[in-house]
């Protein structure tokens, strides 16, 4: 498999090498030059296989410059009983005749992020090893992609890690996951600023092309392709769950919709491939809080992203995102790579970009539909499932719960995507389900008792710079001491 830029212009390169970096040396975002396809034979033949298991195939599709061997190591490190609670890893519980929860929050941050990240805690240090190399992570986060990344990585001895996270702005339990780790390699700045603030930071300290050469600066957000191919194998995982039964299967005649909790389209994406690799995806429902901008887009077909100013803070806070990195990708396929430098030119210099004239086509080819759900609507969705089925969901699964239940099709079968446990978001819970809902866990009460460290720092690049000169790993010299 080779990989390209949708701004066109890189060399094709590997599955390895596009591990360690989120852009393209041009600034675009890395793509698959082809999209691989499973037959319905092969993917029958999947469904004895473990999540692990499945995880190794689904990849090895896309990572074909490693061997399966040390795939099938990495996916079963990864996605073990020590770091996944579930046994079955990803489980899918019905909610009601029409619509399953799919588990993605087992592992240890109680958030989807985890299972691509866990992936990539196990593959970026086996690319360093072979390669001799150090990496030092530079992120930004506003809550769950942080401390997923540092669960994944802390401890690692050729990586280190420096996250910046908006100071005072995250919740108790995100703040407590990240700021109470004690790996040395972790390095945690609590920026004077908010969310974009940071990611401004990271993009001006990547965007010094020596500094990152220096430091050897990677990244891990969520337009990694590692991190989108690793999010491929739930949605497969899922769709064989949910047709396990065979009269389940005639009933539904296989076909089975998702919907997606989102923000950065990096999830929803990764089912726009598992759709295209051959799975029968009937609908991919993208949900959107009141930062509805990717809603406005599948309903109009006109893309306006929005400022930070415009940017609500909702109770689903890791989908307040008014400019989604990862829809690009989608963009790039969707008009072709021929009229795409044209038209992303044109969005960049008038800030919008028009596909009215071929709505049609992202719902009738693509299979996309949308909606928008408000602090009202996640409420009364929580109630509602709660009072049929006793789960209780957190805010960001509620939005997809809303909207699922708006566009339902009689007979055909919703796979919720669960993108967090409620418990990291217990105060909106509290607000829907009053004295009914849980109190808080023993796990969570121990978390937030642990002693925290974090440097703060100004809204200032050369600050960070500063702390990344100080505590970067540096690259090995030829005799393989660190220098
Ligand atoms: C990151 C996140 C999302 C949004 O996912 P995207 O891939 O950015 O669309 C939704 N819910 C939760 C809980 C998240 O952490």
Not at 1 to 7: D, I, P, Q
Not at 310 to 327: E, H
Request: aromatic fraction near 8%.
């Amino acid at each position: 498999m080779r990989y390209l830029s949708t701004r066109g212009t890189m060399a094709p390169t590997s599955f390895s090498d596009i591990l360690l970096d989120g852009l393209a040396p041009d600034g675009g975002l890395v793509v698959p030059a082809e999209i691989p396809t499973v037959s319905p034979d092969e993917r029958e033949s999947w469904r004895g296989l473990t999540y692990p298991e499945l995880a190794a195939r689904i990849i090895g599709l896309y990572a074909t410059d490693i061997p399966t061997d040390d795939l099938e190591e990495m996916t079963r490190n990864a996605y073990s009983p020590l770091r996944f609670s579930a046994p079955e890893v990803v489980p899918v519980t019905p909610i009601d005749e029409q619509m399953s929860l799919v588990g993605l929050s087992e592992g240890p941050t109680m958030a989807f992020k985890d299972l691509a990240m866990q992936f990539l805690g196990q593959a970026i240090p086996y690319v360093l090893t072979r390669t001799g190399r150090v990496l030092n992570i530079l992120g930004a986060t506003s809550g769950d992609t942080g401390s997923a990344a540092e669960q994944a990585f802390g401890g690692a001895d050729t990586i280190n890690v420096f996250m910046l996270s908006p100071h005072g702005r995250m919740s108790d339990v995100q703040r407590a996951q990240m700021y109470s780790l004690t790996d040395p390699n972790i390095h945690n700045l609590a920026i004077d600023g908010v969310f974009d603030d940071c990611q401004d930071l990271v993009k001006a300290i990547t965007g010094d092309a020596q500094f990152k050469a220096d430091y050897s600066i990677g990244a891990v957000n969520s337009i990694n392709f590692g991190r989108i191919c690793a999010q491929i194998v739930y949605y497969f995982w899922a769709w064989l769950r949910a047709t396990d039964d065979v009269e389940d299967r005639e009933r539904s005649g296989s076909a089975v919709s998702v919907a997606v909790p989102s923000g950065n389209f990096g999830n929803i994406y990764a089912g726009h491939l598992a759709r295209r690799m051959g799975l029968p995806i009937r609908r991919l429902i993208l949900a959107a809080n009141e930062n509805n901008v990717l809603d406005e887009f599948f309903t109009t077909g006109i893309y306006e992203p929005r400022t930070r100013e415009q940017t609500l803070a909702t109770s689903s806070p890791s989908m307040d995102i008014s400019k989604a990195s990862n829809l690009e990708r989608f963009i790039w396929e969707f008009v072709g790579p021929t009229e795409f430098p044209d038209r992303w030119a044109a969005l960049v210099r008038s800030g919008r970009l028009d596909l009215s004239d071929q709505l049609p086509r992202l719902r009738d080819e693509f299979g996309f539909v949308s909606g928008t759900s408000t602090h009202q609507d996640r409420l009364a969705s929580i109630r509602t499932v709660h009072a049929e089925s006793g789960m209780v969901i957190d805010p960001h699964t509620a939005d997809a719960v809303t909207v699922a239940s708006r566009v339902s099709e009689p007979g055909v079968v919703t796979l919720v995507l669960e993108t967090a446990k409620a418990e990291k978001f217990r105060r909106t819970v509290v607000e829907a389900l009053g004295v009914e809902a849980p109190a808080q866990s023993e796990r969570i009460a121990a978390l937030l008792a642990l002693p925290q460290r974090v440097v703060e720092l100004p809204d200032d690049a050369e600050s960070v710079r500063e702390q990344i000169r100080t505590g970067a790993l540096q690259r090995r010299n030829t005799t393989g001491f660190t220098d």
